[in-house]
């Protein structure tokens, strides 16, 4: 009972009982207690069962214990507050993704979801497949060696994505064990090869993952996205190099089609370089900075505790984007205006950013050009008009990122700003709606006052800067780009942004007309 209910209470001090865990104290556990109008727990040990209650973390029965038939393990059932999360609905989406990671990381174990079952008969061998579908170029590199396992394939997508995992728990930002597995790849290539390859040359197109158990496990924050035990390389990188070399000459099929990607890469950047190098004397003649950037103090990556609060928003033109230049924080917020439409970039090679001033521009004031580790606002935020136009340029901009940076929409650095649509005030009260539902219930709310006003924002240029404020302050509706399996985005682009107009026609006239 202690457990979900005081702090610094929990079964995972005595390393005999939990050799790898994550959390400590059981923080998690006792949040969501405080945060739930209802929440009961059950446990069921040697055939004895205890009960308690709770209602917004305090306990409302009496415990006792009582016998059972259930096996040994733990029930939970809670109900969160309604007060403080009014309007709460589960997103699906994100507890299948975290359900499954808990089955490839478990494997045999079955979880069942409102009658879905996750089971991974193979860990991470099975997320590798799932991820890539048929996309990868050469099977499946599956290794377990003691307290690691990994996998690994290319496919012919641009940049590097992965799956990190500590203790059973994701690493959404990576951290120390990932940066000793991305060089344990390159030194097991080099070696294998007999060569001196460049890390992006082995890494392009690569999707990984790797899992590791450590018994003190240090994360940078209380949030454990990211490890930092900077004791790890000296053991995992040699680790990842030996185990890769031996794959390698274990599995000959497999490393032909990995040498000839690698030279792939290669040749493709050295055809680059050329491109790059014309673009960027180009760029020279027009301006010494980046066009239409006004940047913030602060950025990704600085010794700066706000660099993490960095946010740049990408907006269709200086109309659009004039209100938010003004209402921004300067220290942390970014605009960068786009002059017109992008290109449309589906289906072109790399060089089509650097032969496009706008897409170039763009790359440039990511700081992306030469490493997605030099992302300099943690938040990238499309901000467009709710009309065709803005959608499309929303459009065109996805594709950008999912074409040629598709890892910053996978680690969740896209988001779309949401802006009201409709303004409904009278002579007391002002209320911004951001659907049609909301506006009439203004309406209905507010109609009896003096100087009773209804607005239509057709473009983000028509919000005041004095307005603008708040809807990009500590309230902003930011909702994140996100993509369930890799696999699905070819072909999500080729419907959406492909050359199959008719299909296309027919599918809007069918569904959405």
Request: some cysteine.
């Amino acid at each position: 009972m202690e457990c979900v209910s005081i702090i610094n209470t929990g079964a995972k001090y005595n390393d005999e009982v939990f050799q790898f865990s994550v959390g400590l104290n059981g923080v998690g556990t006792k949040a969501v207690n405080a945060l739930s109008d209802q929440f009961e727990v059950t446990s069921f040990r040697e055939k004895k069962s205890l009960f308690a209650q709770f209602k917004s973390g305090e306990l409302k029965n009496d415990p006792a214990t009582n016998d059972t038939n259930e096996s040994n393990g733990t029930k939970i059932r809670f109900t969160p507050d309604s007060k403080l999360f009014p309007n709460y609905c589960y997103d699906l989406g994100t507890i299948r993704k975290q359900l499954w990671n808990y089955a490839y990381l478990n494997r045999k174990l079955t979880i069942t979801l409102n009658g879905e079952k996750f089971k991974s008969e193979n860990g991470l061998l099975d997320l590798l497949k799932e991820e890539v579908s048929e996309a990868n170029l050469y099977d499946i590199v599956h290794c377990q060696n003691g307290q690691l396992e990994m996998a690994l394939t290319h496919t012919e997508h641009y940049g590097e994505e992965y799956f990190s995992y500590v203790n059973g728990h994701h690493t959404n930002d990576g951290g120390t064990h990932l940066s000793a597995f991305r060089e344990g790849i390159l030194k097991g290539a080099n070696q294998f090869f007999n060569a001196s390859f460049d890390g992006p040359d082995v890494r392009d197109g690569l999707v990984g993952a790797v899992a590791i158990k450590v018994q003190e496990p240090i994360f940078e924050s209380q949030t454990k996205n990211k490890l930092g035990n900077s004791e790890l390389r000296s053991w995992l990188m040699p680790l990842v190099r030996d185990t890769i070399v031996d794959f390698l000459y274990k599995h000959p099929e497999v490393a032909e089609p990995l040498k000839q990607k690698i030279q792939t890469n290669e040749r493709i950047r050295k055809e680059l370089n050329n491109v790059k190098k014309a673009a960027r004397e180009n760029a020279k003649k027009s301006a010494l900075t980046i066009p239409n950037l006004k940047d913030c103090k602060f950025h990704l990556g600085d010794k700066s505790e706000r660099g993490d609060e960095s946010t740049v928003f990408i907006t269709e033109g200086m109309s659009a984007g004039g209100s938010m230049i003004s209402s921004r924080d300067v220290y942390t917020q970014a605009v960068f205006c786009l002059k017109g439409k992008p290109l449309n970039c589906y289906g072109q090679g790399k060089e089509a950013i650097y032969k496009n001033l706008e897409l170039y521009n763009v790359m440039k004031a990511l700081g992306i050009e030469d490493s997605l580790e030099d992302l300099r606002y943690n938040k990238v935020v499309i901000a467009t008009d709710a009309d065709v136009d803005g959608l499309h340029i929303r459009n065109l901009l996805l594709t950008f990122f999912l074409q040629f940076y598709e890892p910053l929409v996978l680690q969740g650095n896209i988001y779309i700003l949401e802006t009201p649509l409709f303004r409904v005030r009278n002579q007391k009260t002002t209320q911004y709606c951001y659907s049609e539902t909301e506006k009439d219930e203004a309406f209905e709310k507010l109609q009896k006052g003096t100087h009773f006003e209804v607005t239509r924002f057709k473009g983000l240029g028509e919000i005041s800067p004095k307005e603008f404020g708040q809807f990009i302050g500590k309230n902003m509706r930011a909702v994140p780009v996100g993509v369930e399996h890799t696999h699905e985005v070819p072909e999500l682009l080729n419907f959406y942004m492909g050359t199959n107009t008719a299909e296309r026609r027919r599918y809007i006239m069918e569904n959405l007309v």
